[in-house]
């Protein structure tokens, strides 16, 4: 896989969490591009000066918002990877559950990630390293899973797991029908079953 390049960060004061706290909220409910600073500035309580002396463009804004949620993510899901244990399975479980409690207090709308790129599909925008890198970890954790799973068939697991799990977090924004994520859940757990049946049936 291409490397992703990392992006720059800032260090955040206490007026630029409060700035990036109403960002996280107006950006997600309404669109990166349908909020302007102004807007911002006034939910924040500072001025736009502020925000433009902290984070010295809108665009550092939006890194900064994107980049925040990757990270409060990848704590969450590691309290359920560690509450898992080590079998593969209740793992590869742990994250589409991880997902589900995480879409209910978090992405009711859908993947922030997947949200932000239909707005930021310029390889060239600062914010767009986080997008790609976000999902490009996302890919390596279920590789690495479908690893312990599946050893001789890691990478196309990973990429089944993967597409299984981007594709109920979009069905689930979109409230296509119910609980998608768990109907994911149930079909990698079934994927993973049937690796491991035939792993079995090859054995000598």
């Known amino acids: 896989m291409e490397s992703v390049r990392s992006p720059r960060r800032i260090t955040m004061t206490p007026a630029a969490l409060r700035v990036r706290s109403a960002a996280d909220r107006l950006f997600y409910e309404r669109g990166i591009h349908a909020v302007g600073v102004d807007l911002i500035a006034t ?10 002396d902290r984070f010295g463009s809108k665009e550092q804004l939006v890194v900064e918002y994107l980049a925040d949620r990757d990270e409060r993510w990848r704590a969450f899901l590691d309290g359920h990877l560690d509450a898992a244990g080590a079998d593969a399975r209740a793992r590869v479980r742990a994250v589409f559950d991880a997902s589900l409690a995480w879409a209910g207090d978090h992405n009711s709308k859908g993947c922030s990630m997947v ?9 060239a925008h600062p914010a767009y390293p986080v997008i790609t ?13 479908a690893r312990e799973a599946a050893p001789g068939d890691a990478e196309r697991m990973g990429r089944s797991l993967m597409l299984l799990h981007e594709g109920a977090l979009v069905a689930y924004g979109l409230g296509v029908f119910p609980d998608p ?18 792993a079995r049936g090859q054995r000598p």
């Not at 949200?115 to 390889?123: F, G, L, R, V």
């Not at 994520?181 to 035939?198: F, P, S, T, V, Y």
């Open 133 to 145: 890198g976000q999902k490009a970890w996302m890919l390596d954790l279920f590789t690495d899973l």
């Open 115 to 123: 949200n932000a790129h239909a707005e930021i599909s310029d390889p």
């Open 181 to 198: 994520i768990g109907h994911a859940r149930d079909q990698a757990e079934a994927l993973l079953d049937a690796a491991g049946a035939g």
């Open 43 to 52: 939910e924040a309580g500072v001025t736009k000066k502020t925000i433009y």
